[in-house]
Protein backbone atom coordinates (compact mmCIF):
# COMPACT_ATOMS: atom_id res chain seq x y z
CA UNK A 1 0.00 0.00 0.00
CA UNK A 2 1.18 3.64 -0.62
CA UNK A 3 1.63 5.77 2.65
CA UNK A 4 -0.46 8.52 1.96
CA UNK A 5 1.27 12.02 2.16
CA UNK A 6 -1.75 13.25 3.34
CA UNK A 7 -5.47 12.56 4.32
CA UNK A 8 -8.43 12.87 6.18
CA UNK A 9 -7.84 10.81 8.04
CA UNK A 10 -5.01 12.35 9.98
CA UNK A 11 -2.62 10.01 8.28
CA UNK A 12 -0.48 12.14 5.89
CA UNK A 13 3.32 12.35 4.43
CA UNK A 14 4.34 13.49 3.36
CA UNK A 15 31.03 34.75 19.06
CA UNK A 16 32.03 34.86 15.31
CA UNK A 17 32.31 31.50 14.08
CA UNK A 18 33.52 30.89 10.46
CA UNK A 19 31.57 28.02 8.54
CA UNK A 20 33.44 25.97 6.82
CA UNK A 21 30.87 25.34 3.96
CA UNK A 22 32.39 24.13 0.10
CA UNK A 23 29.38 24.21 -2.05
CA UNK A 24 30.87 22.15 -4.92
CA UNK A 25 31.67 19.65 -2.37
CA UNK A 26 27.73 19.78 -1.19
CA UNK A 27 27.22 19.43 -4.83
CA UNK A 28 29.44 16.76 -5.44
CA UNK A 29 27.71 14.77 -2.14
CA UNK A 30 24.68 14.94 -3.90
CA UNK A 31 25.63 14.14 -7.61
CA UNK A 32 27.56 11.10 -6.47
CA UNK A 33 24.05 9.72 -4.27
CA UNK A 34 25.43 6.60 -5.21
CA UNK A 35 28.95 6.64 -4.89
CA UNK A 36 29.25 7.51 -0.65
CA UNK A 37 31.39 6.17 1.47
CA UNK A 38 29.99 3.09 3.64
CA UNK A 39 28.74 3.67 6.86
CA UNK A 40 31.86 2.13 8.69
CA UNK A 41 34.25 5.07 6.94
CA UNK A 42 31.85 7.57 8.25
CA UNK A 43 31.52 5.98 11.75
CA UNK A 44 35.49 6.10 11.88
CA UNK A 45 35.76 9.59 10.90
CA UNK A 46 33.71 10.21 13.40
CA UNK A 47 35.13 8.51 16.59
CA UNK A 48 35.24 10.43 19.34
CA UNK A 49 33.33 13.54 18.55
CA UNK A 50 31.44 13.25 21.64
CA UNK A 51 34.01 13.36 23.55
CA UNK A 52 36.32 16.10 21.70
CA UNK A 53 33.38 18.03 21.21
CA UNK A 54 31.08 20.22 23.37
CA UNK A 55 28.19 22.37 22.96
CA UNK A 56 28.50 25.89 24.45
CA UNK A 57 27.43 29.43 24.58
CA UNK A 58 29.79 31.81 21.94
CA UNK A 59 31.70 34.11 23.32
CA UNK A 60 28.71 36.75 22.56
CA UNK A 61 26.72 35.05 24.90
CA UNK A 62 24.38 33.24 22.29
CA UNK A 63 23.76 29.39 20.70
CA UNK A 64 21.93 29.28 18.09
CA UNK A 65 19.62 26.02 16.88
CA UNK A 66 18.54 25.86 13.30
CA UNK A 67 15.38 23.52 12.52
CA UNK A 68 15.17 21.54 9.74
CA UNK A 69 11.86 19.91 9.44
CA UNK A 70 10.52 17.31 6.76
CA UNK A 71 13.14 17.53 3.61
CA UNK A 72 11.32 14.33 2.41
CA UNK A 73 14.42 13.72 0.38
CA UNK A 74 14.71 10.95 -2.25
CA UNK A 75 16.92 10.71 -4.74
CA UNK A 76 18.37 14.10 -5.43
CA UNK A 77 17.75 15.51 -9.02
CA UNK A 78 15.21 13.12 -10.03
CA UNK A 79 12.93 13.42 -7.57
CA UNK A 80 9.65 16.27 -8.27
CA UNK A 81 8.80 18.90 -6.32
CA UNK A 82 5.11 18.89 -4.77
CA UNK A 83 2.93 22.06 -4.76
CA UNK A 84 4.98 24.18 -6.08
CA UNK A 85 3.70 27.36 -8.33
CA UNK A 86 3.58 26.11 -12.27
CA UNK A 87 6.27 28.12 -12.96
CA UNK A 88 9.03 26.26 -10.69
CA UNK A 89 7.86 22.50 -11.60
CA UNK A 90 10.23 21.95 -14.93
CA UNK A 91 13.74 22.58 -12.76
CA UNK A 92 12.33 22.05 -9.14
CA UNK A 93 14.08 18.47 -7.23
CA UNK A 94 14.96 17.76 -4.23
CA UNK A 95 18.42 19.69 -4.99
CA UNK A 96 15.91 22.95 -3.91
CA UNK A 97 15.76 21.24 -0.75
CA UNK A 98 19.55 20.96 -0.63
CA UNK A 99 20.27 24.39 -1.29
CA UNK A 100 17.98 25.76 1.09
CA UNK A 101 19.59 24.07 3.62
CA UNK A 102 23.11 25.22 2.66
CA UNK A 103 21.55 29.19 2.37
CA UNK A 104 20.24 28.82 5.81
CA UNK A 105 23.66 27.39 7.52
CA UNK A 106 25.69 30.20 5.60
CA UNK A 107 23.21 33.12 6.27
CA UNK A 108 22.40 32.00 9.98
CA UNK A 109 25.99 30.61 11.32
CA UNK A 110 23.81 28.09 13.33
CA UNK A 111 26.41 26.43 16.45
CA UNK A 112 23.67 23.21 16.06
CA UNK A 113 21.27 22.32 13.28
CA UNK A 114 18.68 19.66 14.49
CA UNK A 115 16.32 17.90 11.83
CA UNK A 116 13.02 16.55 13.06
CA UNK A 117 12.12 14.12 11.23
CA UNK A 118 11.22 12.80 8.33
CA UNK A 119 14.40 13.47 6.79
CA UNK A 120 14.05 11.20 4.31
CA UNK A 121 10.17 9.80 2.27
CA UNK A 122 11.96 6.83 1.99
CA UNK A 123 8.96 4.75 0.15
CA UNK A 124 9.97 7.28 -3.32
CA UNK A 125 13.66 6.51 -2.21
CA UNK A 126 15.96 3.88 -4.24
CA UNK A 127 18.03 3.47 -1.57
CA UNK A 128 17.42 4.89 1.70
CA UNK A 129 21.12 4.86 3.11
CA UNK A 130 22.36 7.05 0.46
CA UNK A 131 19.13 9.42 0.61
CA UNK A 132 20.06 9.80 4.32
CA UNK A 133 23.67 11.03 3.40
CA UNK A 134 22.14 13.04 0.33
CA UNK A 135 19.97 14.70 2.23
CA UNK A 136 22.31 15.29 5.41
CA UNK A 137 25.40 16.50 3.08
CA UNK A 138 24.97 20.21 3.60
CA UNK A 139 25.14 19.88 7.41
CA UNK A 140 27.97 17.18 6.77
CA UNK A 141 30.06 19.81 4.48
CA UNK A 142 29.31 23.22 6.87
CA UNK A 143 31.29 21.31 9.60
CA UNK A 144 28.61 22.37 11.81
CA UNK A 145 27.48 19.48 15.07
CA UNK A 146 23.96 18.36 13.81
CA UNK A 147 21.65 16.13 15.26
CA UNK A 148 18.32 14.26 13.98
CA UNK A 149 15.91 12.40 15.56
CA UNK A 150 12.82 10.04 13.65
CA UNK A 151 9.64 11.00 11.57
CA UNK A 152 7.22 8.74 10.32
CA UNK A 153 8.12 8.42 6.96
CA UNK A 154 11.97 7.70 7.33
CA UNK A 155 12.11 3.94 7.79
CA UNK A 156 9.64 3.24 4.96
CA UNK A 157 12.22 1.93 2.53
CA UNK A 158 15.38 -0.37 2.42
CA UNK A 159 16.52 0.26 6.16
CA UNK A 160 14.17 -0.38 9.47
CA UNK A 161 13.99 1.97 11.60
CA UNK A 162 16.79 0.60 13.60
CA UNK A 163 18.48 1.00 10.79
CA UNK A 164 17.41 4.26 9.80
CA UNK A 165 19.01 5.65 13.23
CA UNK A 166 22.36 3.85 13.59
CA UNK A 167 23.07 5.00 9.93
CA UNK A 168 22.55 8.85 10.77
CA UNK A 169 24.86 8.01 14.35
CA UNK A 170 27.60 6.64 12.57
CA UNK A 171 27.29 9.78 9.96
CA UNK A 172 30.62 13.03 9.95
CA UNK A 173 30.01 15.87 12.74
CA UNK A 174 26.83 14.56 14.00
CA UNK A 175 26.17 14.13 18.11
CA UNK A 176 22.81 12.20 17.13
CA UNK A 177 22.22 9.12 19.16
CA UNK A 178 20.82 5.46 18.98
CA UNK A 179 19.29 5.69 22.39
CA UNK A 180 20.78 6.39 25.95
CA UNK A 181 23.88 4.66 26.88
CA UNK A 182 23.16 3.15 29.92
CA UNK A 183 19.42 2.81 29.40
CA UNK A 184 18.49 -0.75 28.93
CA UNK A 185 14.43 -0.64 27.91
CA UNK A 186 13.38 2.24 25.67
CA UNK A 187 10.76 2.65 23.08
CA UNK A 188 12.01 3.56 19.78
CA UNK A 189 14.87 4.55 18.36
CA UNK A 190 16.63 8.33 18.62
CA UNK A 191 15.97 9.57 22.19
CA UNK A 192 18.61 11.12 24.08
CA UNK A 193 19.62 14.85 25.31
CA UNK A 194 22.81 17.21 24.80
CA UNK A 195 24.24 19.66 27.41
CA UNK A 196 25.22 23.12 26.34
CA UNK A 197 27.48 25.01 28.84
CA UNK A 198 28.59 28.29 29.46
CA UNK A 199 31.34 30.27 27.76
CA UNK A 200 34.68 29.19 27.83
CA UNK A 201 36.62 30.87 30.57
CA UNK A 202 33.24 31.75 32.89
CA UNK A 203 32.35 30.19 36.28
CA UNK A 204 29.35 28.78 33.94
CA UNK A 205 31.96 27.38 31.68
CA UNK A 206 31.17 23.65 33.19
CA UNK A 207 27.76 23.64 33.79
CA UNK A 208 24.94 22.71 31.24
CA UNK A 209 23.08 26.16 31.19
CA UNK A 210 20.62 25.15 28.05
CA UNK A 211 19.69 21.12 28.15
CA UNK A 212 18.31 19.78 24.83
CA UNK A 213 16.38 16.84 24.62
CA UNK A 214 15.17 14.69 21.29
CA UNK A 215 13.05 11.88 21.81
CA UNK A 216 11.37 9.55 18.85
CA UNK A 217 7.79 10.21 18.54
CA UNK A 218 7.08 7.02 16.79
CA UNK A 219 5.26 6.18 13.45
CA UNK A 220 2.25 4.58 13.27
CA UNK A 221 0.02 3.09 15.86
CA UNK A 222 0.64 -0.67 16.35
CA UNK A 223 -2.06 -1.33 18.31
CA UNK A 224 -4.91 -2.46 16.49
CA UNK A 225 -7.44 -0.75 18.90
CA UNK A 226 -5.51 2.39 18.40
CA UNK A 227 -5.73 3.97 14.81
CA UNK A 228 -3.33 6.68 13.65
CA UNK A 229 0.12 7.79 14.27
CA UNK A 230 2.52 6.69 17.44
CA UNK A 231 3.35 8.70 20.30
CA UNK A 232 6.05 9.15 23.28
CA UNK A 233 5.68 5.87 25.43
CA UNK A 234 5.89 5.20 29.18
CA UNK A 235 9.68 4.33 28.89
CA UNK A 236 10.48 7.45 27.13
CA UNK A 237 8.82 9.67 29.36
CA UNK A 238 10.11 7.94 32.21
CA UNK A 239 13.59 8.28 30.63
CA UNK A 240 12.91 12.23 30.39
CA UNK A 241 12.20 12.19 33.78
CA UNK A 242 14.98 10.94 35.27
CA UNK A 243 17.35 12.70 33.08
CA UNK A 244 15.95 16.35 33.79
CA UNK A 245 15.79 16.07 37.29
CA UNK A 246 19.40 14.98 37.18
CA UNK A 247 20.20 17.91 35.77
CA UNK A 248 18.22 20.48 37.66
CA UNK A 249 20.12 18.67 40.64
CA UNK A 250 23.01 19.21 38.75
CA UNK A 251 22.22 22.64 37.93
CA UNK A 252 21.28 23.68 41.37
CA UNK A 253 24.55 22.61 43.39
CA UNK A 254 28.17 23.43 43.13
CA UNK A 255 29.78 25.03 41.08
CA UNK A 256 27.76 28.07 40.93
CA UNK A 257 24.64 27.09 42.52
CA UNK A 258 21.10 28.72 40.87
CA UNK A 259 17.94 28.35 42.72
CA UNK A 260 16.05 27.21 39.52
CA UNK A 261 16.65 24.88 36.54
CA UNK A 262 18.16 25.94 33.54
CA UNK A 263 15.75 26.28 30.77
CA UNK A 264 15.52 23.33 28.56
CA UNK A 265 13.70 22.43 24.59
CA UNK A 266 12.54 20.12 23.20
CA UNK A 267 12.66 18.55 19.93
CA UNK A 268 10.31 15.44 18.31
CA UNK A 269 8.72 15.07 14.76
CA UNK A 270 4.84 14.48 15.58
CA UNK A 271 2.83 17.42 17.56
CA UNK A 272 1.46 16.71 21.11
CA UNK A 273 -2.84 16.58 20.87
CA UNK A 274 -1.85 19.81 23.03
CA UNK A 275 -0.94 21.91 19.65
CA UNK A 276 -4.70 21.51 18.72
CA UNK A 277 -5.25 24.09 21.57
CA UNK A 278 -4.46 27.63 19.63
CA UNK A 279 -6.53 29.37 17.00
CA UNK A 280 -5.62 32.86 15.24
CA UNK A 281 -6.03 34.38 18.65
CA UNK A 282 -3.27 32.98 20.86
CA UNK A 283 -0.41 32.05 18.25
CA UNK A 284 2.27 33.41 16.35
CA UNK A 285 2.90 31.94 12.72
CA UNK A 286 0.09 30.28 10.90
CA UNK A 287 -2.65 27.63 11.30
CA UNK A 288 -3.91 26.02 7.89
CA UNK A 289 -4.67 22.31 8.70
CA UNK A 290 -5.66 20.12 11.35
CA UNK A 291 -3.13 19.18 14.01
CA UNK A 292 -2.21 15.42 12.98
CA UNK A 293 -1.13 14.06 16.49
CA UNK A 294 -1.67 10.75 17.86
CA UNK A 295 -5.43 9.32 18.67
CA UNK A 296 -4.39 8.92 22.03
CA UNK A 297 -2.75 11.16 24.43
CA UNK A 298 0.04 9.77 26.09
CA UNK A 299 0.53 12.30 29.01
CA UNK A 300 3.89 13.45 27.79
CA UNK A 301 2.81 17.18 27.86
CA UNK A 302 1.75 17.15 31.36
CA UNK A 303 5.24 15.21 32.32
CA UNK A 304 6.99 18.49 30.67
CA UNK A 305 5.01 20.64 32.79
CA UNK A 306 5.58 18.68 35.90
CA UNK A 307 9.24 18.41 34.97
CA UNK A 308 9.21 22.01 35.16
CA UNK A 309 12.53 23.03 32.96
CA UNK A 310 11.33 22.46 29.43
CA UNK A 311 9.96 25.88 27.90
CA UNK A 312 9.43 25.04 24.21
CA UNK A 313 9.14 22.30 22.24
CA UNK A 314 9.67 22.04 18.59
CA UNK A 315 7.83 19.62 15.84
CA UNK A 316 7.61 19.00 12.27
CA UNK A 317 4.86 16.53 10.58
CA UNK A 318 2.14 19.07 9.84
CA UNK A 319 3.93 21.37 6.66
CA UNK A 320 1.46 23.98 6.73
CA UNK A 321 1.08 24.99 10.49
CA UNK A 322 4.36 26.70 11.42
CA UNK A 323 2.86 28.51 14.72
CA UNK A 324 4.11 28.64 18.12
CA UNK A 325 1.65 28.80 21.21
CA UNK A 326 1.98 29.07 24.73
CA UNK A 327 0.22 26.86 27.08
CA UNK A 328 0.92 26.09 30.84
CA UNK A 329 3.99 28.20 30.67
CA UNK A 330 5.51 25.86 27.70
CA UNK A 331 5.66 27.69 23.78
CA UNK A 332 4.65 24.77 21.34
CA UNK A 333 6.00 25.56 17.94
CA UNK A 334 6.06 23.96 14.40
CA UNK A 335 9.20 24.05 12.16
CA UNK A 336 7.24 25.07 9.03
CA UNK A 337 7.45 22.61 6.18
CA UNK A 338 10.85 22.47 4.78
CA UNK A 339 11.30 19.82 1.97
CA UNK A 340 10.46 20.52 -1.50
CA UNK A 341 9.81 16.53 -2.52
CA UNK A 342 6.67 17.20 0.56
CA UNK A 343 3.30 18.47 0.37
CA UNK A 344 2.85 21.58 0.99
CA UNK A 345 1.01 25.26 -0.48
CA UNK A 346 1.86 26.50 -3.68
CA UNK A 347 2.65 30.23 -3.29
CA UNK A 348 3.70 29.62 0.28
CA UNK A 349 7.62 29.10 0.38
CA UNK A 350 8.96 26.71 2.20
CA UNK A 351 10.54 28.21 5.75
CA UNK A 352 12.63 26.85 8.88
CA UNK A 353 12.90 27.96 12.32
CA UNK A 354 15.67 29.35 14.30
CA UNK A 355 15.77 29.77 18.21
CA UNK A 356 18.68 31.33 20.14
CA UNK A 357 19.36 31.69 23.39
CA UNK A 358 20.79 34.83 24.99
CA UNK A 359 23.19 34.96 28.52
CA UNK A 360 23.11 37.68 30.91
CA UNK A 361 26.30 39.58 32.33
CA UNK A 362 27.12 38.67 36.07
CA UNK A 363 27.74 41.61 38.70
CA UNK A 364 31.02 40.60 37.58
CA UNK A 365 30.61 41.56 33.94
CA UNK A 366 31.22 37.99 32.71
CA UNK A 367 28.49 35.57 30.83
CA UNK A 368 26.04 33.93 33.22
CA UNK A 369 23.15 31.71 32.42
CA UNK A 370 20.02 32.21 30.43
CA UNK A 371 18.59 35.54 29.94
CA UNK A 372 16.02 34.92 26.67
CA UNK A 373 14.79 32.59 24.64
CA UNK A 374 14.22 33.79 20.98
CA UNK A 375 12.91 32.63 17.64
CA UNK A 376 12.15 33.98 14.42
CA UNK A 377 11.82 32.08 10.59
CA UNK A 378 13.22 32.77 7.26
CA UNK A 379 11.21 31.61 4.38
CA UNK A 380 12.88 30.20 0.82
CA UNK A 381 12.84 33.44 -1.30
CA UNK A 382 15.62 35.73 -2.80
CA UNK A 383 16.27 37.11 0.56
CA UNK A 384 15.77 34.76 2.80
CA UNK A 385 13.29 37.29 4.84
CA UNK A 386 12.92 36.81 8.03
CA UNK A 387 9.26 36.56 9.27
CA UNK A 388 7.86 35.97 13.20
CA UNK A 389 9.93 37.30 15.23
CA UNK A 390 8.97 36.54 19.02
CA UNK A 391 10.63 35.76 22.51
CA UNK A 392 9.88 32.74 24.06
CA UNK A 393 10.79 32.92 27.21
CA UNK A 394 12.65 35.25 29.65
CA UNK A 395 13.69 35.94 33.01
CA UNK A 396 10.83 38.23 34.99
CA UNK A 397 11.96 41.17 36.22
CA UNK A 398 13.16 39.80 39.89
CA UNK A 399 15.25 37.23 38.83
CA UNK A 400 12.53 34.54 38.70
CA UNK A 401 12.01 32.48 36.14
CA UNK A 402 8.83 32.08 34.14
Known amino acids: MVPNRRSGSGIKSTGKKTVGFDFMAVVSMVYCFFCVLPIGVLAAEQSGLEETQKLRFDENGEFKILQVADMHYANGKSTPCLDVLPSQNTSCSDLNTTAFVQRMIVAEKPNLVVFTGDNIFAFDSLDSAKSLDAAFAPAIASNIPWVAVLGNHDQEGTLSREGVMKHIVGMKNTLSKLNPSKVHIIDGFGNYNLVVGGVEGTEFANKSVLNLYFLDSGDYSTSPSIPGYGWIKPSQQFWFQRTSAKLQRAYMHEPVPQKAAAPGLAYFHIPLP ?129
Not at 340 to 347: D, E, L, R, S
Not at 352 to 369: F, I, P, Y
Open 274 to 402: EYASFDSSNLTGVKQEGISSASVNSGFFTTLVEAGDVKAVFTGHDHKNDFCGKLTGIQLCYGGGFGYHAYGKAGWPRRARVVVASLEKTEKGTWGDVKSIKTWKRVDDKHLTGIDGQVLWSKSFHGRKN
